[in-house]
């Protein structure tokens, strides 16, 4: 009768409002984070040059084959010499003559048939020709252009027969291995950037290759303009494939550091902002307001908002409200991504 008419104890088994959500969780933890970038860059030759002479003259012979690979050192044009063969040859006669001259005074001076003045003399003629005929050797080698280092020959500029000036140009000759890769990257990543870090980069001649590098060289100013700063890499090229002034899209590695990585299910955009849902100690549901850093395939960096240990909802965020019990269970294990992680910077940024 009692329990019919809503007595003591009617309600025990009586719902009380619906289950826990269940919600896959994970705890959040540091990660070793790859700072990359994806860039425009240019190949250029290390070294490069346009060949000039060091003195006026007439072309005698061209001893390369234009687009050919010389070797540092070897002579690429050849100037009429004649006339300074000919000086050659007259320094050397003195010289000659002040050898004998020398050699007899000295002789004398031993007999003391010659006075000191006269050795001295004599030994002063004979300096001063060997500085003589030295410079007549010098002018004939000026005649002899050589090519300053290793390098691939361009197209020559003269014809044998021409008079050239000293400051004519003859040939462009670049070194073609290895090559320099120029590019600049946001002053932002400054402190990420380092010498030796490897970055890879294709071009449009050939498409679906990858060609590998390294940094040498980070400029030590920031281009007041651009707010960016000259980084050149260091490529390989044995094969001679890349050429000199190539436009090059190029994944940089800037660098690595520790990061609040979390998988992007996880996060929840609004116009107000973007936040996780944590769970706390009594599995009740916490809306965490969250800075957002750099991304990856699967992934996104939080730089503000949680801290390691935190078990955040992976799963299910639509059933939960603030303050609302929560059944959580291990986030399924995600597969790792099939890609390399790149964060990438600002895209862009040629030299």
């Known amino acids: 009768m009692l329990a019919a008419c809503g007595g003591e104890g009617a309600g025990d088994d009586a719902p009380q409002g619906p289950p826990p959500a269940t919600v896959e969780v994970l705890s959040v933890a540091l990660q070793t984070f790859e700072d990359r970038a994806d860039l425009l860059g240019e190949l250029q030759a290390e070294n490069s040059v346009f060949v000039r002479s060091e003195m006026p003259g007439i072309i005698e012979a ?24 000919a000086r050659l040859h007259e320094a050397e006669a003195e010289l000659a003559l002040a050898q004998e001259d020398f050699t007899r005074t000295q002789k004398l001076a031993r007999l003391n048939a010659a006075a000191a003045a006269q050795l001295d003399k004599a030994a002063s003629v004979l300096a001063v020709a060997k500085a003589r005929t030295e410079l007549r050797r010098v002018e004939l080698e000026r005649t002899r252009i050589r090519a300053p280092f290793a390098g691939r020959a361009g197209a020559r500029l003269v014809s044998p027969g021409a008079r050239i000036k000293a400051d004519d140009q003859l040939v462009r000759l670049d070194a073609m291995d ?74 940089a590695t800037l660098g690595e550091r520790e990061a609040m990585l979390v998988p992007e299910e996880a996060l929840v955009t609004t116009p107000e902002g973007n936040f996780v849902w944590r769970v706390g100690a009594g599995d009740e549901a916490e809306r965490v307001p969250v800075e957002v850093g750099m991304r990856e395939p699967g992934r996104v960096e939080l730089k503000s908002g949680l801290s390691p240990g935190d078990r955040i909802v992976t799963a299910g965020t639509h059933k939960l409200r603030p303050g609302a019990k929560v059944k959580p269970v291990p986030a399924l294990a995600a597969e790792a991504p099939a890609v390399a992680p790149s964060a990438a910077v600002t895209p862009g940024g040629g030299a």
């Open 178 to 251: 290895p090559l320099a890769l120029v590019f600049t990257v946001p002053e932002v990543v400054l402190p990420l950037a380092r010498i030796g870090a490897e970055f890879s980069l294709d071009v449009a001649a050939f498409p679906g290759r990858r060609f590998p590098g390294s940094i040498r060289f980070i400029a030590p100013s920031v281009d007041s303009a651009s707010r960016r700063i000259l980084i050149k890499g260091r490529v390989p090229n044995p094969d001679r494939m890349l050429l000199p002034g190539m436009f090059a899209r190029v994944e």
């Open 62 to 85: 061209i001893l390369f084959e234009e687009g050919a690979e010389v070797e540092a050192g070897s002579v690429l044009f050849q100037l009429r010499d004649r006339e300074q063969n």
